[in-house]
């Protein structure tokens, strides 16, 4: 069972998150600089590197996204406040938020939808996806967030491909669910706290995974989520393209980046 504050916090960094508009304050702890640490990153990279040596195949394309993704839930469990979480199924407080999302991590989540859904569930995703992507391409990662729009692979509260949910979904950790519906609904009226150590961790792989691609020529770009995942399905054999260097999520969305890896621009 999980313990409410069984660890001190170490509350820092209130900022109002342009993709949100919420206030969220960070919650810090004495492991932070490991989390945005350079070396978190380089370990992706060279992942990235060690992966593709076997050769540039549709199933590493898939690796790199899945190594990436694992690695993260593996820093998250090791966070000072994982056992705080209040995160759970069912509760998408934050599942209208702009998402980043790399081509990697998109062909993950392509793949799962694909090996799960029946044609035709298919292609009701594949719509509400593109339907979404069109609405927020004309914009900006804060209009997008204060339209408020439910991210189009949500179903009846719960995440469509939870066990393959991109970097951006898995870091965002809240300890106070309570704080994360206020701020749902009053951007402004609430504070709602983000476990730092895993926030900084997600940034950290998912920039050594960006820079890793690009290392080896490959499209690294942080893309809109339900761009880059409308275009890994329209295509069916996107992953093999990618892997190539082909150029098969070029006219997808790219999510706007502020400042560093550890920006909270988006989820
Ligand atoms: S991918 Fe899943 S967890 Fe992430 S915003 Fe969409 S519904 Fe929420």
């Known amino acids: 069972m999980r313990q409410k504050g069984r660890h001190r916090r170490h509350r820092h960094d209130v900022d109002h998150s342009p993709a949100s508009g919420a206030p969220t304050v960070y ?41 990436a993704m694992h690695t993260t839930s593996h820093h998250i469990a090791r966070s000072p406040y994982y056992d705080q979480y209040a995160c759970r199924a069912g509760c998408s407080w934050c599942c209208y938020i702009p998402v980043a999302v790399t081509p990697p991590e998109a062909l993950v989540m392509a793949q799962y939808l694909r090996k799960r859904m029946s044609a035709e569930e298919l292609c009701a995703v594949r719509e509400r996806l593109a339907e979404q992507a069109e ?19 949500l179903r009846e509260g719960q995440c469509m491909v939870y066990e393959a949910r991109p970097i951006r979904c898995r870091r965002w950790n809240s300890v106070d669910s309570a704080a994360c519906e206020v701020g749902f609904h009053d951007a402004h009226a609430a504070v709602v706290p983000i476990d730092a150590y895993g926030f900084a961790a997600g940034g950290s792989i998912q920039a050594g995974l960006h820079a890793g691609a690009r290392q080896v020529g490959l499209d690294g770009t942080w893309y809109e989520l339900h761009s880059v995942v409308w275009r890994a399905l329209e295509v069916a054999d996107a992953a093999d393209h990618w892997v190539r260097g082909a150029a098969v999520f070029g006219d997808c969305t790219p999510i706007e980046r502020r400042g560093s890896v550890d920006s909270p621009e988006s989820l």
């Open 135 to 153: 609405r927020i391409a004309h914009l900006s990662s804060a209009a997008h967030a204060e339209a408020r729009m439910p991210c189009a692979l």
């Open 27 to 67: 919650e810090s702890s004495p492991r932070q600089e490991e989390a945005s640490s350079a070396a978190m990153t380089q370990a992706e990279e060279q992942a990235v590197w060690r992966i593709l040596s076997t050769g540039h195949t549709a199933l590493n394309a898939i690796r790199l996204g899945e190594h």
